[in-house]
């Protein structure tokens, strides 16, 4: 099965468009949520979703994601929730899906196994906030024998930043979490082209896209005016919290 990733950041820089990543945390607010709001998600525009499976330590994630993730103890269907991804490509959902999770789960399931079912179920990428890039390989090897792409995390002022990007051959594109700090140390659009433009400087191959923190639409188009793509998670929980349980 072809990536859905690729094409469709080839598709976008062809339009001149910028990608609008969504995130929603799978079980919330209920088990059966993610079956309607993917496909909702994918009918309003969303040219890429990441699906944050709930795990114990969710390091980071920060508290609006934190708290969507309480219903772990409710949502126990397969191994990472790959069911509910396979039954979504049933149902003819196309839309890129990335799954973040945490190494540790993987790891219980076994890497090579995991990444070969998430493949069969659809998923395009992989996140994994808590692994250590010196030891990506392994993630990495398996990603690129079954095309599920591991999405790399960077910040630019990460000393190691060229070490995992400098890697990402298979990585989709690279995600960034840097409009937090910009907005600590000034409101201005030049930091934030600053922060940018170091990253980009080292990525020369993968798209990037930047999350953490994007709140408002000003947010959202300062940065779609540097970057591949604008990440959109606690807001977007929000949002779905105020629907009062979609089912």
Known sequence: ??????????????????????????????????????????????????LGVPFSDPI????????????????SESPLGLDSVKHMRKRGV?????????CNPIHAMGVDHFFQTAAACGVDGLIIPDMIPEEADVYARSGKKHNVHLIY???PDDAQIAHPIDRASNAGFSLCGI????????????????????ISEIVQREPVAVGFGITTPEQART?????????????????????????
């Open 1 to 50: 099965m072809a990536n859905r990733i690729d094409p469709n950041f080839s598709r976008l820089k062809r339009t001149r468009r910028k990608a609008l990543i969504g995130y929603v945390t799978a079980g919330f607010p209920t088990k059966a949520s993610l079956q309607v709001l993917v496909p909702l998600l994918e009918q309003s525009g969303a040219d890429l979703l990441e």
């Open 60 to 75: 980071a994630d920060g508290p609006t994601i934190q708290y969507s993730s309480q219903w772990l103890s409710e949502w």
């Open 94 to 102: 196309r839309l890129p899906l990335i799954l973040m999770s945490y």
């Open 153 to 155: 995390l960077a910040a």
């Open 179 to 198: 409009l937090d700090r910009c907005d600590r140390r000034a409101e201005s659009g030049a930091v934030r082209r600053w922060t940018f433009l170091k």
């Open 223 to 247: 940065i779609a005016s540097y970057a591949d793509g604008v990440i959109v998670g606690s807001e977007l929980i929000r949002q779905i919290e105020s629907l009062k349980s979609p089912r």
